[in-house]
């Protein structure tokens, strides 16, 4: 698992199916374990070297003498060496003759390709400086062609991108969107139509009234040929008046960008004021700074994940971020939380009740029927960055001392399989602390049945998270717009057989912000009937 040849033939795998995102991972693994063979401090170097002699050693011993003597006799101007005697000359020399090369090109072209220009650009420069890829014409015109790719995603020409403020580099996108898929391999997504029976038995622990249904939903994202999708909804098993309370649901998968707000480490919910009785039930870990609101969260997140994450230097990760970063943060964060519950748990991370039968709005299309040519016929909607799919995992894993070369539940594509599922289901919310100016949603948490109903911009519950989150039938629902006049389309309460209906969105918003603002959670426009109409009436104007 430490072999840089496997985790490059890995990125070109990748890279010939379409998977720039996979195959940047890839490759950042194979340029790390370069780096942990030169260097004796790292965790991998003895991993790292004893791998890759061994895939060296196959190699017949004279043709490994004849390469080694003309590199010995070359003057290495090209590719100086550092004057280090405890580096071993051969693994030296295939590290910067033929793996780093590679490493450097796989690398800058899937990022670029994934849209990360910035960070594209970054290793490019690396690359000069360790006088990489010198004279090589194939990575000379990725370079060069980098301004060019930048100003076609802007839809103008190089010379118009110079005389822009992107010209500077440090203005240039580094976030694009990725494929959205159950990759092929995925054996964990589970069939979740014949899951029923499960998901009705955690959905009756904390919504006795309601039950989950197979229904028939608009098509979002992939074949304009198939108009509809089965997935999953939620139904009233009675009628509820409006007002009743129908769902109330705990979860351990939350995250908070706050360094020193004042929120249970568990559920997320606010602490109460030292003079407050309450605070009595509050407890502390001994042995970190984790704060709970009970004794029952306290043992809840002990069992749950804190007992892999305590103590590993995460507190300060992610937080306190400008408020353009407070969303991809707080995902982050919950992928963090995610990996602390599978470590603790001993299980996959897509195991995971709170994860597993989330729908990530993942297309619908055959893969076997697109995967050449790879980088045209398949739908891009999950957003991607180095920062947050790729470097933050490999922190997280490295904090809590996870192999992030032999590990295989933690993957890539596992994490994007995570981060899919997530930006369609995690609600956010502001924390408690008042006096603030609003900085962007600081605390968000994931609940795996809340999250099965369906959205619609014309919902008829209402909700609300603190500690857990509760579904209540809306009193007054909402009026639509069109042409100037509004009107309400449907009666408050929710009658027996009826579809419970929930929001992912401002729903006070006009119809195209509503869309812009929900198309992350959805995959695509929402075509629910307010929508629909609404859209109708803005373009008959």
């Given at each position: ?25 890839q ?49 290495g ?30 690398l ?7 849209g ?9 420069i ?15 015109e ?56 499960n ?70 919910a ?49 937080r ?20 602390g ?53 490999m922190q ?7 192999d ?89 309460g ?36 307010r ?8 373009d008959?104007?």
């Amino acid at each position: 698992p430490h072999c840089i040849s496997l985790h490059i033939v890995l990125a070109q795998k990748y890279a010939q199916l379409g998977y720039h995102d996979l195959a940047a991972g890839q490759s950042y693994k194979a340029l790390l374990l370069c780096d942990a063979i030169s260097d004796a401090s790292d965790v991998y170097h003895a991993e790292a070297i004893e791998d890759q002699r061994e895939l060296i050693q196959q190699i017949p011993l004279v043709e490994r003498i004849r390469l080694l003597k003309g590199e010995l006799q070359s003057d290495g101007a090209a590719m100086p060496r550092d004057a280090r005697p405890d580096i071993d000359v051969e693994l030296d020399y295939w590290s910067r003759k033929h793996y780093l090369p590679w490493i450097y090109l796989l690398l800058c072209r899937s990022l670029t390709l994934c849209g990360c220009f910035r960070t594209a650009h970054e290793y490019i420069i690396q690359a000069r400086e360790r006088k990489i890829c010198l004279g090589d014409p194939r990575f000379s015109e990725m370079a060069t062609r980098l301004p060019e790719v930048v100003a076609q995603h802007f839809g103008i020409t190089l010379e118009e991108l110079r005389k822009t403020a992107y010209w500077d580099v440090k203005q240039w996108p580094n976030q694009g969107l990725v494929r959205r898929e159950v990759y092929p391999w995925n054996s964990w997504e589970p069939d979740r139509l014949a899951e029923l029976p499960n998901l009705n038995a955690m959905m009756a622990k904390v919504a006795p009234k309601l039950e989950v249904r197979a229904v028939e939903l608009p098509a979002l994202t992939g074949n304009s040929n198939q108009k509809t999708v089965v997935q999953l909804g939620v139904f009233a098993k009675e009628d509820i008046a409006p007002g009743d309370v129908v769902l109330d649901e705990e979860s351990l998968l939350t995250a908070n960008n706050r360094l020193q707000d004042a929120l249970c480490d568990a559920c997320s919910a606010d602490l109460p004021d030292l003079d407050d009785p309450a605070s009595d039930d509050t407890r502390e870990c001994p042995h970190c700074q984790a704060v709970f609101c009970s004794v029952r969260c306290a043992k809840r997140a002990q069992h749950g994940y804190h007992y892999s994450i305590c103590e590993k230097g995460l507190d300060a990760l992610l937080r306190d971020v400008p408020p353009a970063e407070a969303a991809e943060s707080l995902y982050s964060l919950l992928v963090m939380r995610t990996i602390g519950m599978a470590e603790t748990q001993e299980c996959h991370p897509l195991e995971l009740l709170e994860v597993k039968y989330i729908w990530g709005d993942f297309h619908n299309l055959p893969l076997t029927e697109h995967l050449i040519p790879p980088s045209t016929a398949l739908p891009r909607t999950l957003p991607f960055s180095f920062e947050h799919n790729i470097l933050f995992p490999m922190q997280i894993m490295e904090k809590i001392e996870i192999d992030p070369y032999s590990e295989t539940h933690y993957d890539l594509w596992v994490f994007n399989t995570i981060y899919a599922k997530l930006r369609g289901t995690a609600s956010a919310r502001l924390s408690g602390l008042g006096g603030r100016p609003v900085r962007g949603p600081e605390v968000s948490a994931v609940h795996p049945m809340w999250c099965l109903a369906n959205h619609s911009c014309d919902p008829n519950v209402s909700w609300e998270w603190g500690g857990s989150i509760k579904f209540w039938a809306r009193k007054e629902r909402v009026a639509w717009e069109g042409r100037g006049v509004k009107v309400v389309r449907s009666k408050a309460g929710i009658r027996k057989g009826e579809e419970v209906l929930n929001h992912y969105c401002d729903i006070t918003l006009p119809v195209k912000e509503r869309r812009e603002w929900a198309r992350g959670a959805l995959g695509g426009d929402c075509m629910c009937a307010r929508c629909v109409w609404e859209a109708e009436q803005a373009d008959a104007k």
